[in-house]
């Protein structure tokens, strides 16, 4: 199926010194529609075309002073021309003049004496690749023209969200700044009310300090996501211990672990298991991994933590000894709020979310799930030698 376009409007310069064959020509080509001018040697021709963009040029070989293949080449050698296609007109069928005539830069042949379907038909042939290259040409324009436009408007947006993004980011430190120094003047008169009150009184104290502590936290960690998700957390990466850390992370939990009577055993293949890491960072994840594995266990039960490592990777495995997660928790357990209405009481609404983000920042894996035996666990693959 040849493609809907108009050659009614094609121009046709017919280059020829013999004026019955221009006759001829023109004479087939009228009456298809065409529209027809006449050169009768080479350089009248290259004049016409230099005036005029043709849409397809007949070209004898045979013409004193300049011939069709000199003429061709002149007009191929500009930039402006190439997209003429040339036709040879010429009586010579040896192997090497057509192969000449190709070489000088023409598109095609036709043999003299001229049959009429042959030539209309190559005319048609070369006009409908002309104009199909063409509007190809104008597409590609077009595609890249919006490209371009999408792209700036892709920048734009992109700046805009980077603008939200680093509004939020500020926000984020004026409120946790701003939410600091009351609670810190809040903490401070509650334990000099503690030293006033009657001890009936002092258990409302103790639920004050709860909050404070709770609200401060929750601005903290905000923060601390806010930065991560947007990559404008300064990561500061070094050599750190992962048995020491723990350690350090599992001494502030006595309290909490006395309350409940909780076990909490950490096993290790080896003295230091030394990662690649941010300090601070590394150490919120265990703070907060290990405040779940505490909150979650039966009381008089046991949080086990092991370390191994293979080759380039340090493995930190983590159980409670609880009920471990439903299986709609496990859908959505690195979602804020992940798991459900616990967050309410429970504080674990924007842990886990925090601890994915930390891990992704060191290209490093966790993997959460239940125990066979009861229970959860949380696995951390790190690697040694981060970059």
């Given at each position: 199926m040849k493609p809907q376009i108009d050659l009614k409007s094609a121009e046709i310069l017919i280059v020829d010194d013999n004026p019955?064959?221009?006759q001829v020509l023109s004479n087939i080509l009228v009456q298809q529609g065409y529209s027809i001018e006449f050169a009768t040697d080479g350089r009248q021709a290259i004049d016409w075309i230099e005036n005029k963009p043709f849409d397809l040029v007949l070209l004898d070989v045979m013409m004193p002073e300049i011939d069709g293949f000199e003429v061709c080449q002149k007009l191929k050698a500009k930039k402006e021309f190439n997209g003429i296609p040339i036709i040879f007109l010429t009586a010579?069928?040896?192997k090497e003049s057509i192969i000449k005539g190709f070489e000088s830069g023409g598109q095609d042949y036709i043999t003299k004496p001229f049959d009429s379907h042959e030539l209309l038909a190559r005319v048609e042939t070369h006009?409908?690749?002309?104009?199909s290259l063409e509007k190809l040409e104008d597409l590609n324009k077009w595609l890249e023209e919006q490209v371009a436009l999408k792209t700036e408007e892709?920048?734009?947006?992109?700046?805009?969200?980077?603008?939200?993004?680093e509004a939020k980011i500020e926000f984020l430190k004026i409120l946790s700044h701003e939410l600091r120094t009351p609670l810190n003047g809040i903490k401070g008169f509650t334990q000099i009310l503690k030293q006033k009150l009657s001890p009936d009184l002092l258990h409302y104290?103790?639920?004050?300090?709860?909050?404070t502590d709770r609200l401060e936290r929750f601005s903290r960690v905000a923060l601390l996501i806010s930065s991560l998700r947007t990559k404008s957390y300064p990561l500061n990466l070094k050599k750190i211990g992962i048995h020491s850390i723990l350690n350090e992370t599992c001494n502030d939990f006595t309290e909490q672990l006395n309350e409940n009577n909780i076990e909490i055993e950490c096993e290790s293949t080896f003295n230091d298991d030394i990662i690649t890491g941010d300090f601070e960072l590394i150490k919120e994840t265990f703070n907060q991994l290990i405040e779940n594995a505490i909150l979650y266990s039966?009381?008089?039960?046991?949080?086990?933590?092991?370390?191994?490592?293979?080759?380039n990777l340090v493995t930190v495995l983590i159980k409670d000894s609880g009920n471990g997660f439903s299986k709609e928790a496990l859908e959505n357990?690195?979602?804020p709020f992940g798991l459900g209405q616990d967050h309410i009481d429970k504080k674990v609404g924007l842990g886990l979310h925090l601890v994915k983000l930390i891990m992704d920042a060191h290209k490093a894996t966790i993997n959460i799930g239940n125990n066979k035996d009861g229970g959860s666990y949380v696995g951390l693959i790190f690697n040694k030698n981060l970059k």
């Open positions: 019955k064959n221009l010579k069928t040896d006009l409908i690749l002309k104009f892709l920048r734009i947006a992109y700046d805009e969200l980077t603008l939200l993004d104290i103790d639920i004050i300090n709860i909050s039966n009381k008089n039960g046991k949080v086990t933590i092991s370390i191994s490592d293979n080759d357990i690195f979602q």
